[in-house]
C-alpha cells in the first residue's frame, strides 16, 4: 500500500463476481471489507428514477452506518497512540548519542516524504484532529537521506528484491542485486577491482584497518604479533566500533569507553572557514608555517589543481610531514595505514581540510613514506606504495560534497575505501569497502585461516544492493541531466571541474559576518555554522541550543515548515538532499538566519 493507512475497503456487491469474497481474505488481518448493494437499472421516467434513487440511498445507509462507526473508532485509536508515543517512547528507548535527561520535547514522526517528516503536535491533549507539523529533515536523517524519503524508486527496488530473493546466502555464491552493484560501483571507481558488503560505516572502516594493515605486515614482513598503528587526522572519527574508534585521536565520543585505546598518530590539519567573506586556512603551531593563517578569495582557489601542485605552502606541509615521519620512525614506531576523511571530518565538528595538506599527507606516505618509516621496501609498478591509504567516504561520498569521491578534490586516488549512507539513498543500511588486487591478493593462500574473516549474517542483501543500484543510478543522472546547474552557476563553476554548493553564495558570505559567528563551511549539500562560545567549542557546548529549539518549533512568517536540525556542539549544520529544489534552499536559508539573528 506505499505507506498508507487503509482501515476499510468498500466495493459494490456484485454477485456476479463475488470479489469481496477474495479481498476479505486477502485482507483479513490488515484491513475491514464491506460491500454496499449495486445500485438498481436507470428508469427512463425521471420521476420513477428519482425515487427509486432515494430508496436505494436509503438502504445504503444502513449499510454505511458500521462503516463509519469503525472508521471513527480507528481515528480515535490513531491519535491515542500518538499521544502516547512520546511518554511510552521515553519508557523504553535507549536512544543513541542523547543525554535522556536533558530531553525537552520528543519529537513524534507519523510519516515522512521527499525532504520533510510529517509530526504529531496537537493543539490541545485529547483533540482528534490531526494538523501535522511539516519539517525539513535538515539532518538528513543522520546524513543517510540523499534522494528523499520513501523514494518510490528505492521503495519499489526494495519491495521487488524482498519479493524474488528474501535474504539469500552470500559467501560462495551470487545473485543478481549484489553483483550489478559490486559492478557499478568499480565503473564508478575505476582505481578500484574488489568490493567488500557489510552493514554500516563504522563496520566498513574496521574491514579497511583490517585489510589494509594485513597487507602492510606480509608487505614488510612484520611479526603477526606486532601491533601496527595507523596514521589520521585529528577530529576524523570512523565510527563506534572498537577497531574504528581505536583508530581516532581521544576524543569525547570515545572518552568513557574503557576498552578503547588510541593506535595512531594523529596530525592537527590546517583547517577551513569562511570568515568575514574570505576563506580562511588556519594553519597550527606545530607546521612552522611563516603565517598563522592565509586567505584565498573563494573556495574554488583552495580547491583549483593549480594550488595543490603549485602554492608555497605544498613545501611547508610536506618538509614538516617527512619530519615528524622521521622521528616517529626513530621512536620504534609501526604504521600499518593512512586513514582520512576527504575534505569534510563530519562527527568531528564538520571540519573543512585544507585539501593541499591531505593531498601533502597522501603524497609523501606515497612517495617517501617506506623510506621515512624504517620499511625500506616499496611495492611493484600497480600496487600500493609505502602504505595502504584508507578513505572515509561514508559521510562524504556519494554526491553528499557534490562528487561521487569526495576525495577526487585531492586529486588523490585510495587503495581502500569506505561507503555507506547515501549509498543506499537513505532508505535501508548497507555498506561497501572497496579496493584493489593489490590488497585482495595479501589475504590468497592454501590456508582457510588466512583470509579475511570478517562478516555478518545479513551480508549483501538483496535489498539492500538492489536500493543501492537504484540510488547510484539516480544520482549519476542528476549529475547528469543539469540538475544542479543552478547551484553551480551560483559559484562560478562549469560542469564539475570545481567544488560547489546548494546553499546559496552571497547566504554563506553574508552568515559569516554575523557577530555571533565564528566561521561557515559550504560544500555540496552541507552547510555548517560554528558559533562564537566564550565556554569553548566541542561537543559538549550548549550555544546552538537555543537556535536550534527555535528552528524546530518557532512560527516563521515565510514557511509553515519547520527544520529538524541536531548541532555538533556550538556548530550548526544543515543539510539538504541531492534532491532539495533552489526555492527550497531559499526558505531554509531564510529560517536560519533569522534565527541566528533573533539571538545576537
Known sequence: MRGYDIPEILLFNDKAWNNHEYLVKRFKDEADVSTVPLPPAQLEDPVKELESMKKYYEQVDEHLHPVIERLDRKHQERFERLETMAQKSRDVFWWPFTQHDMVKEVTVIDSAYNDHMYTYAPEAPG???????????????????????????????AAYAAGRYGHVMFPEATNEPALKLAEAMLEQNDWAQRVFFSDNGSTAMEVAIKMAIRSTTIRYGWDDKLKPEIIGLNGSYHGDTIGAMDACAPNVYNGQVQWYQPRGHWYDPPTVQTRRGKVVVTIPDEIKSKQDSVSYESLGSLFDPERLENDELKDVYQRFIRQSLESLSSQGRKFGALLM?????????????????????VDVVRKDGAELLGNGTQGQTGEWQGLPIVIDEVFAGMYRLGRSRASSYLGVTPDIAAYAKVLTGGLIPLALTITTDSIFNNFLSDNKADCLLHGHSYTAHPMGCAVAKASIDILEQLNSDGSWSHYKQDWGVKANENIWSMWNKNTVDFLSHLPNVQGVNAIGSVLAVELKDAEGRGYTSAASAKIIAKMRSHEFEHTNINMFARPLGNVIYVMASQRTRPEQIKVLEQTLLQCLEEEL
Open 127 to 157: 483533540k482528534k484532529e490531526l494538523q501535522p507539523k511539516e519539517m525539513f529533515d535538515a539532518c538528513a536523517s543522520w546524513w543517510t537521506q540523499g534522494l528523499g524519503h520513501a523514494n518510490p524508486k528505492l521503495t519499489l527496488a
Open 341 to 361: 576523511e576527504p575534505v569534510l571530518m563530519g562527527s568531528g565538528g564538520m571540519v573543512v581540510s585544507d585539501p593541499l595538506f591531505q593531498k601533502a599527507l
